[in-house]
């Protein structure tokens, strides 16, 4: 089982930037693809931005693309993401996970997950 941890996640004021960051650990060459889902209070965990670990696919939800930037370092076995223009909606838990095959699709087939960090955003 791979085991994530993510950092980074704080209160930020709107229009601001925030970047968090998803440690890999355990058996990271079984990693197919990374992901960032979020969960806000009272809605169910939605997907935000996947990369495959070769990183040449990545893929975004249509409420972050074009402000949120994932990306990895593989030697560090790190996936990270950058969140500009934050606003008030942006805030939930953010949960890093990880899958272990090409589903067809960055936004499906995940089976490690991490215990998740708190993104507060004031408006």
Do not use: H
Request: net charge positive; aromatic share 12%.
């Amino acid at each position: 089982q791979v085991q994530l941890v993510e950092s980074g996640g704080g209160l930020v004021q709107a229009g601001g930037s925030l970047s968090l960051s998803c440690a890999a650990s355990g058996p990271t060459f079984s990693i197919y693809a990374m992901g960032w889902f979020r969960q806000a209070p009272g809605k169910e965990r939605e997907f935000a931005a996947a990369i495959n670990w070769s990183g040449r696919n990545t893929d975004y939800s249509d409420s972050v693309k074009g402000r949120f930037t994932i990306s990895r370092d593989n030697a560090k076995n790190m996936v990270y993401l950058q969140m500009n223009s934050l606003k008030p909606e942006d805030a939930a838990v953010y949960y890093c996970a990880a899958s272990r095959r090409d589903w067809g699709s960055l936004r499906i087939g995940y089976i490690d997950w991490g215990q998740g960090t708190q993104v507060t955003v004031s408006s």
